[in-house]
């Protein structure tokens, strides 16, 4: 059934399918399954159907989508195949681009040049997934000086809304692969991944599409009772979840933590496993200690602080034992609740604080006179929340598990 498709009735379409155009036969709207809307004309030619795609919607208009269709139209009628053309036109483009630099090769180049300032591997790992996932697919094959705007838009629309901190994070780095190229000479004009007066003019803003999920978080005042039923289990899972809240450590540095890196009631973490890549030195408290003394009873011989057959926890561990205790919170959530007891609770400064949980420093004027690492303030700060922690416990005594 044909539909005079009208921009209200094509914005409020919520249902998978097919919709044909009454005003220019063979015209579709197709909706998928995710929602994202595509022109599609269908056509008959030598007794057999096909389909074009056209463009997606709304970045292709309702007007210019009938335009399109029926400059296609008419092309069927006197005897031109609309797809063999696009092929043809495509292989004209490839084979006058490969005398260019393609946006494919000088993006990997770029990569492989940024590898240098990049301290964890990971970070080239994530450009180039998402430069292979969704950037090459449409402009991998183009030189460099043919990218304009509406492939960018090609790019980004499609998941803008559904992956939009991806899609925000692929236009930075689209961005400065294309300024690279016009500091190169290899192309010239306006950079097409531009955001400021640019590409904001026609995507809404990251922070209007998606806010920002944060970890949840336990309120301070409930974790001297979380603790006193923490302590009522002795399984190497909710050890290492109280000594991660007491230190408020990340969960990864605890599952990784050797034995080897004790010293003189001081855990110091190299910086090959800090997020900061800095050595960390924790001072440990007499339950901290107390925790790995537990431990290492449980599974004496091992090289981890906490581990299972001598073997490092998993790192769902002690995600795992939130969920059976019924809370509603994360391990990294602890992290917070520490930091607001801090700011709300003491008169520590936030110096003291933020190096506390091994913060990076933005500034860096003044990270260039944080020379010392306030060890002994952090001493003190972290026994006193030992002691608020430990606040409703009335019977602290641990018995070891003997063979």
Sequence with gaps: MSTNLNFKYVENLKKPGRYTDALVRGLHLWVK????????????QNGKQQNISL??????????????????????????????????QKSTVKLEAKSKVQFRDFATE??????????????????????????????????????????????????????????????GRIEWILAAATTKKLRSGPNPATWKNYLQTILPAPKKVASVIHHKAMRYAEIPQFIQRLRGSD????????FTILNGSRSGEVFGGLKSELQDGL??????????????????????????????????????LFSRNGKALS????????????????????????????????????????????????????AAYRRQDLLEKRRALLLDWESYCSSHIKNNVHQLKTA
Aim: proline share 4%; hydrophobic share 40%; charged share 25%.
């Design 33 to 44: 399954p995710n929602l994202n809307k595509y022109w599609i004309f269908r056509y008959s």
């Design 55 to 88: 463009g997606p919607y709304p970045l292709i208009s309702i007007a210019e989508a009938r335009i399109l269709g029926q400059q296609a139209r008419d092309k069927v009628r006197s005897g031109v195949n609309p797809i063999k053309e696009r092929q043809k």
């Design 110 to 171: 770029c990569v492989s040049t940024k590898r240098l300032e990049w301290k964890n591997e990971k970070h080239a790992a994530q450009w180039m997934y998402t430069l292979t996932e969704f950037a090459f697919p449409v402009i991998g094959d183009k030189a460099l000086d043919e990218i304009e705007m509406e492939h960018i838009l090609e790019i980004l629309t499609p998941i803008w809304t559904s992956k939009t901190e991806t899609a925000s994070r692929l236009r």
């Design 235 to 242: 399984s190497m899972a909710t050890i290492a979840l109280e």
């Design 267 to 304: 855990w110091v973490i190299p910086a090959s496993r800090m997020k900061a890549k800095k050595e960390h030195r924790v001072p440990l408290c007499q339950r901290s200690l107390n925790l790995i003394a537990i431990a290492s009873a449980i599974d004496p011989g091992s090289k981890y």
């Design 315 to 366: 790192n769902m561990s002690m995600s795992m034992v939130l969920r059976r205790m019924g809370v509603d919170a994360t391990v990294h959530g602890f992290r917070s609740s520490l930091r607001d007891w801090i700011s709300e609770q003491t008169y520590y400064s936030s110096e003291v604080a933020e190096m506390t949980l091994a913060h990076t420093i933005g500034n860096k004027v003044e």
